[in-house]
């Protein structure tokens, strides 16, 4: 009887270990994506920053951008 219970006690504790391990990765998965945005709005931001620079160069030496 008692062993019965331990097995499923332990059983229990892999699931829960199991678990806690796919939201761990859940957890990096949604990290990572964070990154990845933000990654993606600097380069938005470099690129406007560019366009403008290149349009201010353009008006400078006269031409129509």
């Not at 006690?9 to 998965?29: C, N, S, T, Y």
């Not at 933000?38 to 951008?65: E, F, I, P, V, Y």
Request: glycine share 10%; hydrophobic share 50%; charged share 20%.
């Amino acid at each position: 009887m008692f062993e019965l219970f331990a097995v499923g006690l332990e059983m229990q504790k892999r699931m829960i270990d199991a678990q806690m391990q796919g939201v761990e990765v859940a957890r990096d998965m949604v990290e990572a994506a964070q990154k990845q945005v933000q990654t993606s709005l600097a380069a938005h931001d470099a690129g406007q920053a560019s366009m403008k620079a290149m349009k201010g160069w353009m008006n400078l030496w006269g031409m129509r951008g």
